[in-house]
């Protein structure tokens, strides 16, 4: 039971442009919800989150948007750089249960310069 | 600032045998997880520690696991007889408990061991 979902395997982009990035869950009871960049050959590093309280956090040239009736969690990237090119992983956590992460299958971003 | 270490990167080993491996998290941690990743796949849960105390196991956490963080410091993962599906990234990531902030703290990750049975 996949309750994480990344549809997109991959998207690729222009530099300067936006990317956006998505990502659907299951349970309506998650506490938190972040995104996770992983270069090759390197563990994930955080790079935003939202509670379930907001539908919107802004952090300098990324915002995670937070659907909580469609279930749906997205990451906008503007403007896209050639070194955002990286795979992003979506992850939810129950505050509950150690904050553990349950994390999607991942979308590779290409950002072409 | 040192952050999540994993001893060794790379791990290579025969079928059937055993392996060991290491992680020392943020030195002021008191949380402790280990998750798996293979190709194409998001990381999976395996387990995690609060102090000394394992307090989760996952299913994917077969009897040939085991798991320890035996002073609230650093951690080990054995894997006893290996089998070619245990290839795989494996994950530690630490993070600080602070109960009555009521805020989410993040994980951080190491680097990984990539583990390949022949």
């Known amino acids: 039971d996949q309750q994480v979902k990344q549809n997109s395997p991959s998207l690729s982009v222009q530099e300067g442009r936006i990317s956006i990035l998505n990502c659907d869950y299951t349970n309506s009871m998650f506490d938190y919800f972040l995104w996770y960049k992983k270069y090759p050959a390197e563990g994930p590093t955080f790079l935003i989150s939202?509670?379930?309280?907001?539908d919107k956090n802004e952090d300098g040239r990324f915002t995670v948007f937070l659907n909580k009736s469609a279930k749906h969690l997205s990451l906008h990237i503007v403007p896209s750089q050639p070194g955002d090119s990286a795979v992003y992983f979506c992850?939810?956590?129950?505050?509950?249960?150690?904050?553990?992460?349950?994390f999607g299958g991942g979308t590779r971003v290409l950002v072409k310069p | 600032d040192t952050g999540v270490s994993q001893d060794p990167r790379h791990k290579i080993t025969k079928r059937g045998q055993n392996v060991t491996f290491r992680c020392d998290p943020i030195?002021?941690?008191?949380?402790l997880y280990w998750y798996r990743q293979t190709l194409g796949q998001g990381p999976e849960f395996l387990t995690y520690?609060?102090?000394?105390?394992?307090?989760?196991k996952s299913r994917l956490l077969s009897d040939r696991f085991s798991a320890e963080r035996p002073k609230g410091s650093f951690s080990t993962l054995e894997i006893q007889r290996t089998e070619q599906g245990d290839s795989a990234m494996y994950l530690c990531?630490?993070?600080?408990?602070?109960?009555?902030?009521?805020?989410?703290?993040?994980?951080?990750f190491g680097s990984g061991t990539q583990l390949s049975v022949l």
């Open positions: 520690f609060q102090n000394e105390a394992q307090l989760e």
């Open positions: 992850a939810v956590a129950f505050k509950a249960a150690g904050n553990k992460l349950t």
């Open positions: 939202i509670s379930s309280i907001k």
């Open positions: 030195s002021e941690h008191n949380r």
């Open positions: 990531a630490s993070s600080l408990e602070r109960p009555r902030t009521g805020l989410y703290e993040k994980l951080f």
